[in-house]
Nanobody, 116 residues
């Protein structure tokens, strides 16, 4: 079974930075697509960034140039470095894993609040 545990969320001022981490259990991490989604109050969940097992990354337009997704296969961990944070980045951030068999797994989410 796969379990995903996020950490690193919190309260930060506009323009600040946070680094989210997601530790995965199970044996599919290195061959899985990893990603981050977010859900703001009253809005639908949306994709933020993904990274393939080969390291190819993809970002939603609103975070390009500010966020960086990376993975450490030896540690079964995926990261999201968030810089130049804006109020509109406030959301619950979820880690996701898509296994080689097409199954999707989600973490419990971590709150990110950008406010002065």
């Amino acid at each position: 079974q796969v379990q995903l545990v996020e950490s690193g969320g919190g309260l930060v001022q506009p323009g600040g930075s946070l680094r989210l981490s997601c530790a995965a259990s199970g044996r599919f991490f290195s061959t899985s697509i990893m990603g981050w989604y977010r859900q703001a109050p009253g809005k639908q969940r949306e994709p933020v960034a993904t990274v393939t097992r080969g390291g190819q990354t993809n970002y939603t337009d609103s975070v390009k140039g500010r966020f960086t997704i990376s993975r450490d296969n030896a540690m079964n961990t995926v990261y999201l470095q968030m810089n130049s944070l804006k109020a509109e980045d406030t959301a619950v951030y979820f880690c996701t894993l898509r296994s080689p068999f097409g199954a999707d797994y989600w973490g419990q989410g971590t709150q990110v609040t950008v406010s002065s």
